[in-house]
């Protein structure tokens, strides 16, 4: 009986050892994010943007909507399904005056959230990009009214071959 808990307990040991010296898996980073919420009555819509960076130098547009309802009781903010109609998509090369757009699929009886991705463009040294979403707007269920259109952007971001962007201002400004 002790021999088998001996191996067991080696076993366990050699395994563990495995992954606490495994390699970190890399993850994808998103600089220039920017969020923004409006709020009407109870119903809140939180929007997120950003650009989504790949361990290949790569970037991409993310955006992320998310509906939220005050509830009296417990004065916490709770999901809440909406559905989504998030415009139109927009990546741009500041510093060649590239510009690329999409309009991006309206989500019906969705959940409390949605998240649109575009495609990986290579990000070059020393350019300067910034993404952008107009246009869009949830319907809240629980209220049943739907928000007006808005449009948020992400911060500028000069990508550097070092692969550490520097962020400067917002791309757009709000009224």
Not at 25 to 53: D, K, M
Not at 133 to 152: D, P
Not at 157 to 163: A, I
């Amino acid at each position: 009986m002790r021999r088998r808990l001996l191996i067991l307990l080696a076993l366990l040991l050699s395994l563990s050892l495995c992954v606490l010296h495994a390699a970190p898996a890399s993850a994808n980073t998103y600089p220039g994010l920017h969020e923004q919420e409006w709020t009407r009555q109870a119903s809140t819509l939180n929007a997120r943007i950003t650009i989504e960076v790949n361990d290949l130098n790569q970037g991409r547009f993310r955006f992320h909507l998310r509906c939220f309802i005050y509830n009296e009781t417990t004065r916490t903010q709770e999901p809440q399904r909406c559905n989504f109609h998030a415009g139109t998509a927009h990546w741009y090369d500041l510093t060649t005056g590239e510009h690329y757009s999409k309009t991006l699929d309206t989500v019906f009886n969705s959940a409390d959230y949605c998240c649109w991705l575009g495609v990986y463009r290579t990000l070059r040294d020393g350019h300067t990009y910034a993404v952008k979403a107009e246009g869009f707007y949830a319907y809240f269920y629980e209220e049943q009214f739907s928000s007006v259109k808005h449009t948020i952007c992400s911060y500028r971001v000069t990508w550097h071959s070092s692969g550490n962007p520097t962020t400067g201002t917002l791309y757009c400004y709000y009224a």
